[in-house]
């Protein structure tokens, strides 16, 4: 079981879409998406929103400045947008149009593609609660996309095309820019541009579609609960142009407007662990609205599905021990998915080493 989004598969849940529910012109949500507790996003006053960093990679592989910004970005906020990426406009929208199109299926030929028992892979509801949570306004299909070896022979090559040849091209896309941001995140941490990716090995990758679909009561849910992503980077794609991801900095929800042609990144919990914590994996959340659907596809980027993780050897120094336990990946993706751990939780209470002599 491999899982680098937040959440995961009901096990055996039986087809519910909540697009069909919306489907249902209700006035009200069922009980079960309602949530009393949901603290407000700072005012969209674009005076007082503190402003989201935006990395120029073009500019980054030339070094200099920009390589400050990127470190800034990773302490302070653990996300950024990142702008001149080199990714064809092309290949993005038909990507876009197919994920668009995988979602309007009829529910019949979404059955097909549905999660079997025990299987986190294609479409479903994917979350497993406690009971006495509230479940997310969204429907989602989540599939290992490579290496290639990894993928379920039962998935991949049944997608509909042009979907499938679409996804392909994208997902070896998005495996370059995963590398190339590797290289720039270790030049910024000042170690040198391979370490990162061979403290990961040969990167994992896995891409979820979230398809939230307009709510009558869009203030009592929310479309994705806080948490932070299991990856070493996730790198998210807005589908169209609705606006609903925020991102928890400084204690506060600061909503995101994201740019044209841009991608937002996200430090997941592995990258906080490689790199021994100078790097902080971001919260987020979506919300959602009455007026219009949202779409985004996330690819989540790890480490080697069999290999370990833990602090990369450069960061570790007599000054700086280690400050998390070296794991296999598969515990790693157990522990962080085992109820008892919430989201970082895992990283926080089973992998940190808490040292009590250190001086300076
Ligand atoms: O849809 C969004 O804006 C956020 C998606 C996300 O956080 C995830 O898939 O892990
Ligand atoms: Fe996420």
């Keep these: 079981m491999t899982?680098?989004?937040?959440?995961?598969?009901?096990?055996?849940?039986?087809?519910s879409s909540v697009k069909e529910l919306a489907n249902e012109a209700l006035t009200k949500v069922p009980e079960r998406y309602v949530r009393p507790d949901i603290d407000p996003p700072i005012l969209s006053d674009t005076h007082?929103?503190?402003?989201?960093?935006?990395?120029?990679?073009?500019?980054?592989?030339?070094?200099?400045?920009?390589?400050?910004?990127?470190?800034?970005?990773?302490?302070?906020?653990?996300f950024f947008q990142v702008i001149n990426h080199g990714i064809s406009m092309e290949v993005v929208e038909d990507v876009k149009r197919g994920a668009e199109e995988l979602f309007n299926l009829s529910m019949e030929?979404?059955?097909?593609?549905?999660?079997?028992?025990?299987?986190?892979?294609?479409?479903?509801?994917?979350?497993?609660?406690?009971?006495?949570?509230?479940?997310d306004w969204v429907d989602g299909f989540y599939i290992l996309t490579l290496p290639s070896h990894s993928r379920n022979p039962h998935l991949f090559p049944n997608l509909p095309q042009p979907f499938r040849e679409n996804l392909e091209v994208y997902c070896n896309e998005m495996r370059e820019l995963a590398m190339k941001m590797y290289a720039v995140i270790g030049e910024a941490l000042g170690i040198g541009p391979k370490e990162i990716q061979e403290s990961l090995g040969e990167p994992g990758q896995a891409i979820k579609i979230n398809y939230y679909p307009p709510c009558p009561q869009p203030e009592s849910v929310l479309g994705?609960?806080?948490?932070?992503?299991?990856?070493?980077?996730?790198?998210?794609?807005?589908?169209?142009?609705?606006?609903?991801?925020?991102?928890?900095?400084?204690?506060?929800?600061?909503p995101v407007q994201p740019l044209p042609n841009?991608?937002?990144?996200?430090?997941?919990?592995?990258?906080e662990v490689v790199t021994n914590a100078i790097y902080r994996s971001i919260e987020h959340r979506a919300v959602v609205n009455?007026?219009?659907?949202?779409?985004?596809?996330?690819?989540?980027?790890?480490?080697?599905?069999?290999?370990?993780?833990?602090?990369?050897?450069?960061?570790?120094?007599?000054?700086?021990?280690?400050?998390?336990?070296?794991?296999?990946?598969v515990d790693f993706y157990q522990g962080y998915l085992s109820p008892q751990h919430r989201g970082k939780s895992f990283i926080n209470n089973v992998l940190r080493i808490h040292h009590h002599n250190l001086k300076g």
Excluded at 3 to 15: K, L, Y
Aim: hydrophobic share 40%.
């Design 109 to 135: 030929e979404k059955k097909k593609l549905w999660q079997k028992p025990g299987d986190m892979e294609g479409f479903g509801q994917i979350v497993e609660k406690p009971k006495d949570e509230a479940s």
């Design 262 to 271: 841009a991608f937002m990144v996200f430090l997941g919990d592995v990258l």
């Design 3 to 15: 899982n680098m989004g937040a959440e995961t598969a009901e096990v055996g849940s039986h087809p």
């Design 48 to 78: 007082s929103l503190p402003q989201i960093p935006v990395i120029d990679l073009t500019k980054l592989l030339l070094k200099g400045p920009e390589l400050d910004n990127l470190d800034l970005a990773c302490k302070q906020w653990g």
């Design 290 to 329: 009455s007026w219009k659907e949202r779409f985004t596809i996330a690819t989540f980027s790890g480490p080697e599905w069999n290999g370990n993780i833990g602090p990369a050897p450069s960061l570790v120094t007599p000054q700086t021990p280690p400050l998390f336990k070296t794991i296999d990946v």
């Design 224 to 254: 994705l609960k806080p948490h932070t992503d299991a990856s070493a980077l996730t790198i998210l794609l807005q589908g169209n142009e609705v606006e609903g991801l925020q991102v928890k900095k400084d204690g506060t929800w600061v």
